[in-house]
């Protein structure tokens, strides 16, 4: 079988609901390593207080917790139009949740004892296709905001900041910056910056900060 790519993980905020304190931190403390950020916590209350206040990419969450129910607390959030990817922990195979887990759309579930391996595996197998759904909006970015400009210098630079975005959609560079990566002089880079802002695709919000505009490739 062929190695899963688990640095794929490295892009990903994971909210992990476990009422169980020393799994809670054992399962914290292996994931913590892979992943970008994992916010562990033991109820449904500091869950979704998390959700709302906290970039989340998927949730891991036990099905069966202290006086309450994972299932509902899957429930609750989707009656918010929280719909985010979900794998379920459960120490029981009791068909009555997994037939709920189903009807949620849950992406998988696993069975207690958690075993390490098997819950990076599956996380790498739910994020795949994000990371490749991402990569493809990515090109498609790539090509129209290319259609956009007139100077075929600037197609390196178009890359640059594109493949350079965080998960906000944000390049943070100066020209200097730009400028030591890339061979292009600074009023060709200036150019470009201020034909790119004129359509609204690279809208500034600080200094060196700015935002890329899908929306804008839209009207292109």
């Known amino acids: 079988m062929q190695n899963k790519d688990l640095n794929i993980l490295q892009q990903f905020n994971i909210l992990y609901l476990e009422d169980d304190v020393n799994l809670l931190k054992h399962t914290n403390d292996v994931l913590e390593d892979f992943v970008n950020n994992i916010y562990a916590v033991k109820t449904s209350k500091e869950a979704l207080d998390i959700l709302m206040n906290k970039k989340v990419d998927i949730i ?57 391996k098997e819950l990076l595996n599956t996380l790498h197998d739910v994020l795949l296709p994000i990371v490749q759904q991402k990569e493809i909006q990515r090109n498609i970015n790539v090509i129209k905001t290319i259609s956009a400009i007139t100077d075929s210098k600037q197609v390196d630079i178009i890359k640059f900041i594109i493949n350079n975005l965080n998960n906000e959609n944000q390049f943070t560079a100066s020209y200097s910056d730009i400028m030591d990566e890339i061979s292009i002089s600074k009023p060709t880079l200036i150019k470009l910056f201020k034909e790119l802002a004129e359509k609204n695709i690279l809208v500034k919000v600080q200094h060196k900060t700015y935002r890329f505009n899908e929306a804008a490739l839209d009207n292109l």
């Open 60 to 116: 891991i969450s036990d099905i069966l917790l202290e006086n309450e129910n994972g299932i509902d607390f899957l429930k609750h959030i989707k009656e918010k139009n929280i719909n985010l990817p979900t794998i379920l922990t459960t120490a029981h195979t009791d068909t009555k949740y997994l037939l709920e887990a189903i009807k949620l759309k849950v992406e998988n579930y696993i069975v207690k004892p958690i075993n390490i």
